[in-house]
């Protein structure tokens, strides 16, 4: 699986059908956790991480995903939410 149908599919659950994060994050965690499922392009561990953090935070997942990935690079942009998150 692909992080970004990973965010396709956080993106739906989210905006189209209403569905609050704190119901579908642990079920997220849930189907990641099974050994057969592979996640390309991210450890199993990283995206754990990401999407607990995800869970509390007020800012959309391909932002989270941008903070969770830059490590001791600076992030720079005009998006005045991912400054927030990364100052």
Same mark, same amino acid.
């Given at each position: =699986?692909?992080?970004?149908? *990973?965010q /396709? &599919? $956080?993106? *739906? &659950?989210?905006?189209? %059908?209403?569905? #609050?994060? /704190?119901?579908?994050? #642990? !079920? !997220? !965690?849930?189907?990641?956790?099974?050994?057969?499922?592979?996640? =390309? /392009? %991210?450890k199993?561990?990283?995206?754990?991480? &990401?999407? /607990?953090s995800?869970?509390?935070?007020? *800012?959309?997942?391909?932002?989270m %995903? &941008? $903070?969770?990935?830059?490590?001791?690079?600076? *992030? $720079?942009?005009f998006?005045?939410?991912? !400054?927030? $998150?990364?100052?």
């Open positions: =699986v692909s992080i970004l149908t *990973i /396709e &599919l $956080v993106w *739906i &659950l989210e905006y189209t %059908y209403l569905i #609050p994060r /704190e119901e579908f994050i #642990p !079920l !997220l !965690l849930t189907l990641f956790s099974l050994k057969n499922l592979k996640i =390309v /392009e %991210y199993k561990a990283l995206l754990t991480q &990401l999407l /607990e995800f869970k509390t935070k007020k *800012i959309d997942f391909s932002r %995903y &941008l $903070v969770h990935i830059k490590g001791e690079r600076k *992030i $720079v942009s998006d005045k939410a991912l !400054l927030k $998150v990364i100052s």
